[in-house]
Structure formats: C-alpha cells, structure tokens
C-alpha cells in the first residue's frame, strides 16, 4: 500500500514528457551548434592556407622574388606659361575692412532734417550701478517673481537629519598609522 506522500512528490506525467521532449531539442540543437563551429575552424584553416599561398606566389614572395611593376613612360614636363609684357599684379590683401553699421546709422540719422525729426522724448534713466546687470534688463518690476509667505502647510528647512556612522559600503575604517 502506497503512502499519499510519495504519490504527491512525483510531479505529473506530462511534465516529465515535456522535460524529456526538451532535452532532446536541446541536444539536437547543441550538436548542431558543435558542427556549425567545426565547421567554420576549417574555414578559417582553410582561407588562412590559401592566403599564405597568394602571399607566396604573389609579388615579392618566396617563388617571384625579383617581381618588379611595369615601368611607366615619364611623364612629359608641362609646358610653362608663356612670357608676359606686364608685371604680375599684386593680389588682393588678405585683411579686409569692415564698416561700422553702428557709425552708418548715426550718419543717416544726422543727415535728416530737423523738420521731419520727432520731437526728443524722454531720455531713460541711467541704469543704476548699484543693482546687479540682470535687474537692469528686467522691463517690468510687476512681472518680476516675489518671494512667496511662508505658510503653515509649507514645512521649514530645519537642520539636515544626523549621518549614519558606517559609510556608503559598510563601516568605515581608520585611516592609516
């Protein structure tokens, strides 16, 4: 008579099918593998001879030693430029003039009459020294952030909580004597 313990630590029939089924996909698939590699091992043998074969037989091997390419006729020399009665002019300097737009502008503006010129308005302030270059180019003071009230659902920095005595990879160790 057969406990219920030992009928209940066999696991069921189709899984051990399953299992045996796999393992001999996986052993098939492993031998194909192995001849795929063998395979390619004589393949590199095989060019690795022939290349040694070209390298023997080619220019400068072992068997044509005195292997020379065909001469070439020479080139003719080109012809050179027929004499001229005027001296070469001096080319054009490298450095180059840049005009000032800036200077351009203020002449335009002073060449036009005074009738047609708007009246002068305003002059702007003078940016202030005092303040930092950024709040000078600031346009609107009213669009500028202001620091919000501390409210009682906001929590206050307090002082960073304590560090743990050991370090990031365990406790530290002393340094050298």
């Given at each position: 008579?057969?406990?219920?313990?030992?009928?209940?630590?066999?696991?069921p029939?189709?899984?051990?099918?399953?299992?045996?089924?796999?393992?001999?996909?996986?052993?098939?698939?492993?031998?194909?593998v192995?001849?795929?590699?063998?395979?390619?091992?004589?393949?590199?043998?095989?060019?690795?001879?022939l290349?040694?074969?070209?390298?023997?037989?080619?220019?400068?091997?072992?068997?044509t030693p005195?292997?020379?390419?065909?001469?070439?006729?020479?080139?003719?020399e080109?012809l050179?430029?027929?004499?001229?009665?005027?001296p070469?002019?001096?080319?054009?300097p490298a450095?180059?003039?840049?005009?000032?737009?800036?200077?351009?502008?203020?002449?335009r503006?002073?060449?036009?009459?005074?009738?047609?010129?708007?009246?002068?308005?305003?002059?702007?302030?003078?940016?202030?020294?005092e303040?930092?270059?950024?709040?000078?180019?600031?346009?609107?003071p009213?669009?500028?952030?202001?620091?919000?009230?501390?409210?009682?659902?906001?929590?206050?920095?307090?002082?960073?909580?304590?560090?743990?005595?050991?370090?990031?990879?365990?406790?530290?160790?002393?340094?050298?004597?």
């Open positions: 008579m057969m406990s219920g313990k030992s009928k209940a630590a066999q696991p029939k189709y899984l051990n099918d399953f299992s045996h089924a796999l393992a001999k996909e996986v052993q098939i698939l492993l031998q194909e192995g001849q795929l590699r063998d395979e390619r091992r004589r393949l590199q043998y095989e060019i690795a001879e290349m040694a074969m070209k390298s023997k037989h080619g220019a400068g091997g072992e068997y005195d292997w020379k390419p065909k001469e070439e006729p020479p080139m003719p080109p050179p430029p027929p004499p001229l009665d005027e070469p002019q001096p080319a054009k450095w180059r003039t840049v005009t000032n737009y800036k200077q351009e502008k203020r002449d503006k002073s060449k036009t009459p005074k009738a047609i010129a708007p009246p002068p308005s305003a002059a702007p302030p003078a940016p202030q020294p303040l930092p270059s950024w709040a000078q180019w600031k346009p609107n009213l669009l500028s952030p202001q620091p919000r009230a501390a409210t009682s659902s906001s929590p206050l920095p307090g002082p960073p909580p304590p560090k743990a005595p050991e370090g990031l990879f365990g406790p530290r160790t002393p340094p050298p004597k």
